[in-house]
């Protein structure tokens, strides 16, 4: 595990729940210089619900990145836990995590959202910065194709879990802007990282900011994109080669430099190998789920694999034709 500010490459990590958890597991053995940036738009469950009492920014994303990031000490152990612990009972506290209501708490008692997160992560030792992509809560809503009829869908849990082929989608409000803090770590990165996670509720949403696609675009910071081990009700009729073309639709024209995927969970690598080449990208191939789970990934095999990303160790049967012809 390396420290804040020891040396790696400035890493911005975006995305958010378990998706995002993963990857900041892994990026953790990478690199001192880590920010996450969290997607805003949970409307489900404990952090919902105190979105829409406090009228405040859904913490759970949030308090995943700052779990993901404690330190490996019996301090930060513990702290993790009681962070992750959720209540159980018959009255209004059920299913709401400790860590939820913490940074709740702080973000009152300080009335700014990076300075809030700052404060908890000082308290539980993370190492990196914890960051919302806005300080304005947001909604997303999908137009999907049910059999040929139309309908929308508002709300992230809503969207994420809705049949039909997304056609689709949009952040409400439309005018939203990034904080001004995920743009100055980008203008300071070296590499940008997205993936894995949730498709069109956690991955995409960061590139339908025109603040951030135009910080990413300014920015010297190459782009990594890590696929899923698995599909959900949202990409359930999408190929891997679909995740790149759906990124360059959603990112007007920003592609990535390097794709990261699991052979194991591939069944187009063909085309994924042609997408992949057809934005002059490198292709890495690893197994980097645990050995017990193919839908879990391992943080030591992920951490692997983005330490090739980044120091360009790309010459394996993982590369893309493109890298072959160089």
Request: contains cysteine.
């Amino acid at each position: 595990m390396l420290p804040t500010g020891s040396r790696g490459p400035h890493v911005v990590a975006f995305g958010g729940g378990h998706g995002l958890y993963a990857t900041l597991s892994a990026l953790r053995h990478v690199t001192g210089n880590l920010t996450a940036v969290v997607t805003v738009a949970d409307d489900g469950g404990s952090s919902g619900r105190l979105r829409s009492e406090l009228g405040i920014l859904p913490p759970g994303d949030l308090r995943m990145a700052l779990s993901a990031l404690c330190d490996d000490g019996e301090w930060g152990q513990m702290w993790r836990d009681v962070l992750q612990h959720r209540y159980a009972t018959d009255g209004p506290l059920n299913n709401h995590a400790t860590g939820n209501l913490l940074i709740a708490s702080v973000w009152s008692l300080l009335g700014d959202n990076a300075e809030g997160l700052d404060f908890v992560g000082r308290l539980l030792g993370v190492h990196g910065r914890v960051l919302p992509m806005s300080d304005q809560p947001m909604d997303i809503e999908a137009e999907f194709d049910e059999s040929g009829h139309k309908k929308i869908v508002r709300g992230q849990s809503k969207v994420a879990v809705a049949p039909g082929r997304l056609e689709s989608l949009r952040l409400i409000p439309q005018d939203a802007t990034a904080h001004p803090a995920v743009l100055d770590a980008i203008a300071n990165a070296d590499w940008a990282v997205f993936g894995p996670g949730s498709w069109y509720t956690s991955v995409i949403p960061h590139l339908m900011l025109p603040d951030i696609r135009q910080a990413l675009a300014a920015s010297p910071a190459k782009i990594l994109l890590a696929l899923n081990l698995t599909s959900d009700t949202e990409t359930s009729d999408m190929e891997h080669a679909d995740h790149i073309r759906s990124f360059l639709a959603h990112s007007e024209g920003l592609a990535p430099n390097v794709v990261i995927a699991d052979p194991t969970a591939i069944d187009d690598l063909g085309s994924l190998d042609e997408a992949v080449s057809a934005i002059d990208a490198g292709l890495i191939l690893r197994q980097i789920h645990t050995a017990d789970n193919p839908a879990v990934h391992d943080p030591l095999r992920f951490a692997a694999a983005l330490r090739d990303a980044f120091e360009g160790t790309m010459h394996d049967v993982g590369q893309s034709r493109s890298q072959q012809k160089r």
